[in-house]
């Protein structure tokens, strides 16, 4: 009975393993792919959504000071010091990871920007301060509306990164499941030979 037994059970086994290899190298793949989503979206959130928001913040600042100068001249900090402050930010805020839309908005900002500046180089005399309020209004709003880009797009970065280990808890599940109907699938193929052989030879 041995004899014959032996290679089948051998063939049985060989297969098994094998095909529980190449779920186990699947499954690690699909872990790796995970995980580096989730890597990702970590990262980015940081990066360019939590910094990027710290530099909304900071210049939106710098615009309330710059307003308040506006209303009362007698304020200890300048204008120009003011458009320095906002300036290093603008290029802090640029090496964070745009979309297209926060791009645009971006654009707009610095045209905002751009042009308070050249209204604030004129002559004091010939300075029109209800317009200087109005692009600092502009350039509130486009920073409004960046602020509300990076909760946008940390919410859908922190949401990728969910469905992403979502789906690695269902495909654990499922390998495991996956692992005991082959453990149950080989006894059953090798009691089965076995069985059927001693049929055999008791006839």
């Not at 959504?49 to 307003?67: F, I």
């Amino acid at each position: 009975m041995s004899a014959k037994t032996s290679p089948s059970n051998r063939i049985d086994i060989g297969l098994a393993l094998f095909v529980v290899f190449l779920l186990v190298f699947a499954t690690n793949r699909l872990d790796k792919r995970h995980f580096n989503t989730v890597q990702d979206s970590l990262t980015t959130v940081y990066n360019d959504r939590v910094v990027a928001q710290d530099y909304v913040y900071k210049m939106s600042n710098v615009m309330s000071k710059k307003h308040l100068k506006i209303l009362d001249a007698s304020l200890s900090y300048s204008q120009s010091n003011l458009n320095e402050a906002f300036i290093d930010l603008m290029d802090k805020f640029s090496t964070t990871k745009f979309t297209s839309k926060e791009s645009l908005t971006f654009e707009d900002l610095k045209k905002n920007f751009n042009a308070l500046m050249q209204l604030e180089s004129k002559s004091i005399a010939l300075i029109d301060k209800d317009r200087q309020v109005q692009f600092i209004d502009a350039i509130k709003t486009d920073l409004n509306n960046l602020s509300l880009i990076q909760v946008s797009e940390s919410k859908y970065k922190v949401g990728l990164a969910q469905r992403s280990l979502d789906t690695k808890d269902l495909m654990s599940t499922l390998e495991i499941v996956f692992l005991v109907i082959i453990g149950f699938t080989v006894q059953f193929a090798l009691f089965y030979r076995v069985k059927k052989s001693m049929t055999r030879e008791n006839n």
